[in-house]
């Protein structure tokens, strides 16, 4: 079993960057295929990146192609989410999550974290 934490999240300006961080506890993440998702105010939870256990594969949700970058330290037990170029439309609740085999739909995951709040203002 692991045991997920976001941070990093916040308010930035449009066109602005943050990190997020993943990080775990209890069972090694580096077990783990980890993927990133975002949840609006009335809208499903949807895909965003995720990357595999040795970091070797990565994939992203076209919506943030060539403005996020997912990836992964596993030495220090953590997997981070680059965001740059924000618009208004990213503001979400944003989740990692973790299991054996890499997934794009939520519903490939086990282990989730509680989230962290991101809002692009414009």
């Known amino acids: 079993q692991v045991q997920l934490v976001e941070s990093g999240g916040g308010l930035v300006q449009a066109g602005g960057s943050l990190r997020l961080s993943c990080s775990a506890s209890g069972r090694r993440l580096r077990s783990y295929a980890v993927g990133w998702f975002r949840q609006a105010p009335g809208k499903e939870r949807e895909f965003v990146a995720a990357?595999?256990?040795?970091?070797?594969?990565?994939y992203y949700a076209d919506f943030v192609k060539g403005r996020f970058t997912i990836s992964r330290d596993n030495a220090k037990n953590t997997v981070y989410l680059q965001m740059n170029s924000l618009k208004p439309e990213d503001t979400a609740v944003y989740y990692c999550?973790?299991?054996?085999?890499?997934?794009?739909?939520?519903?490939?995951?086990?282990?989730w974290g509680q989230g962290t709040q991101v809002t692009v203002s414009s």
């Open positions: 990357i595999s256990a040795s970091g070797g594969r990565t």
């Open positions: 999550a973790a299991d054996d085999l890499l997934s794009v739909s939520p519903g490939g995951y086990n282990y």
